[in-house]
């Protein structure tokens, strides 16, 4: 059976035109979406706030009339945060219709996800109102009927949709009915690693809805995040004991580091504040030496204690893959030391710009006043044709112990030793 349908419009009418299209697509759902001309498509539901056949919006900015274009391109706006999210659900506001949670870092994604599930899931009929679909085995036609289908005997539905990152180009366009006609009573959360934004479906779901990304944090968002998952676990944990963590542990999943935090709250005791000293003991899997203490070895110009740590560490099975960026951090603080000296910096002052704790200035300012600009210069060239041999295809691949027993004689010069990498 086929519906067809007849309306004769004048033009000074054709505002009501679209309003009239837009109602019997939403009576009928199943009328193609491309018998409704695109412009009434991407029209809000609420208001059409366009004017003319064109449908040319304009945007009052001070004394001047501008395109609605060229307004958004003026105001841009702020990419949301997971906090963002939480906060705007819990001061009671409207669920957005649409979020989007992307990026490569897995846990403050997944973290997030539970989170909004439980918070939107309805709270009757779960069972006929929640559905999940996976982006690798996607019948785009059937998730956009749910979407438009009415909830049964709830105010609304929840579609999920994993693995966006694995939609199929063909997929992604099939799926864009749902930016172009937003239901009211329908809710989706998306969720995926790494996306390309420029598709429309993901810019229309960021702009009508919340689009979180997730990346690894650098060194220097770590410490908050390792807090924040700190909170979120009920740890009590010692800012030192976070910015030493943070250092040990580098850039990576903060899964890993969720993992690492269960751990110290064990060796800690249940209910115990983790402090600086249960990372130094517990850092990586129990090892009996630090890496820690071969930096601050290195720092304070030991030669032969910084050997000895050298050896023992990868005798423990550390890999020289990450001591390698764990020095050379710690010799660029040393040199960013030297030059906030030089300018007589507060310690408050010189703490916050190396971005660590005022607990561990004291060191780094002692290390700073044992080795040369020269020296510290040296190991970096030292460390990164280290790198460069532990992971180029030749002999230093194979023989990584080697290569850095050779870098750390070059980097402290130890006497009666000319070895060069």
């Known amino acids: ?44 539901r609420r208001s059409s706030g366009r004017c003319g056949v064109h449908g040319d919006r304009r945007v009052r900015s001070g004394d001047t009339v501008v395109s609605a274009k060229a307004a958004k391109k003026t105001r841009p706006r702020r990419k949301a945060s997971a906090e963002d999210v939480r906060r705007s659900l819990k001061g009671g506001g409207q669920p957005a219709p649409f979020y989007l949670l992307h990026g490569e870092e897995e846990y403050g994604r997944n973290h997030l996800f539970e989170w909004l599930v439980e918070k939107l899931r309805p709270s009757v009929a779960v069972e006929f109102n929640v559905d999940t679909f996976h982006a690798d085995a996607l019948d785009p036609q059937r998730l956009l009927d749910i979407y438009f289908a009415y909830p049964m005997m709830a105010p609304h539905r929840l579609l999920i949709l994993r693995g966006v990152d694995k939609l199929s180009p063909a997929n992604t366009k099939a799926l864009e009915p749902l930016v172009e006609l ?41 410490p908050q995040a390792i807090a924040e998952i700190a909170r979120n676990k009920e740890l009590d944990i010692r800012p030192e004991a976070v910015d030493l963590l943070g250092m040990y542990m580098g850039p990576r999943q903060l899964q890993e580091v969720a993992h690492e935090l269960d751990k110290l709250s064990i060796f800690a005791g249940d209910g115990q504040t983790i402090e600086a000293s249960h990372v130094q003991q517990a850092s990586g899997t129990g ?14 110009g030991d030669a032969s204690k910084a050997q000895q740590l050298l050896h023992t560490l990868l005798a423990q099975g550390e890999e020289p893959a990450r001591m390698i960026p764990m020095l050379a951090r710690h010799l660029q603080l040393l040199l960013r030391t030297q030059s906030m000296e030089q300018r007589r910096l507060q310690r408050d002052e010189m703490a916050r710009a190396l971005g660590i704790s005022p607990f561990f200035l004291s060191s780094y300012r002692t290390q700073a006043r044992q080795l040369t600009s020269g020296t510290l210069w040296r190991g970096l ?28 004689s070059q980097l402290l010069g130890r006497q009666g030793s000319a070895a060069t990498i």
């Open 381 to 408: 060239s030292a460390l990164r044709q280290a790198d460069d041999l532990i992971k180029g295809g030749g002999r230093g691949r194979n023989q990584p112990h080697v290569v850095m027993d050779l870098c750390l």
């Open 1 to 44: 059976m086929s519906l067809s349908l007849t309306v004769l419009v004048s033009i000074d009418s054709f505002a009501h035109h679209a309003q009239i299209l837009l109602l019997c697509h939403n009576l009928c759902p199943r009328l193609s979406v491309g018998s409704v001309p695109r412009w009434v498509r991407g029209q809000d």
């Open 287 to 300: 090892r009996n030496a630090s890496i820690f203490d071969f930096t601050d070895a290195v720092g304070n």
């Open 182 to 222: 937003v239901a009211e009573t329908s809710m989706v959360i998306a969720i995926g690693a790494k996306i390309d934004m420029r598709r429309k479906l993901f810019s229309q779901m960021s702009s009508k809805g919340q689009a979180v990304e997730f990346r690894v944090p650098y060194d220097d968002k770590l």
